[in-house]
């Protein structure tokens, strides 16, 4: 647990990427252009940060189209953080 925060493995996500469960999935914020910001599963993305706000109707957004990489070739898909993108320690 490097500087105090939550444990993961080393390495970081691309700029247009968000950490989700030990992943690393493009932005919800990117993917519906600002209507759904909040990602709470890999599929899914929600109006509000808070989960339980997401069971209500037109609250959140299904689509198996979101559970992508925001780079090209393999950080096109969901991938674990690239060390490549922090630094030697």
Same mark, same amino acid.
């Given at each position: 647990?490097?500087?105090?925060?939550?444990?993961?493995?080393?390495? &970081? $996500?691309?700029?247009?990427?968000?950490?989700?469960?030990?992943?690393?999935?493009?932005?919800?914020?990117?993917? #519906?252009?600002?209507?759904?910001?909040?990602? #709470?599963?890999?599929?899914?993305?929600?109006?509000?940060? +808070?989960?339980?706000? $997401?069971?209500?109707?037109?609250?959140?957004?299904?689509?198996?189209?979101? &559970?992508?990489?925001?780079? #090209?070739? +393999?950080? +096109?898909?969901?991938?674990?953080?690239?060390?490549?993108? #922090?630094?030697?320690?």
């Amino acid at each position: 647990m490097a500087g105090g925060g939550c444990p993961h493995a080393a390495g &970081a $996500c691309l700029a247009d990427e968000e950490f989700h469960l030990g992943t690393c999935f493009k932005k919800c914020s990117l993917l #519906t252009g600002g209507v759904f910001p909040y990602r #709470t599963t890999p599929e899914a993305c929600c109006k509000e940060k +808070a989960s339980f706000s $997401c069971m209500k109707p037109g609250q959140s957004n299904l689509k198996s189209a979101y &559970a992508v990489g925001g780079g #090209t070739a +393999a950080m +096109a898909v969901p991938h674990i953080p690239e060390t490549s993108l #922090t630094e030697a320690r």
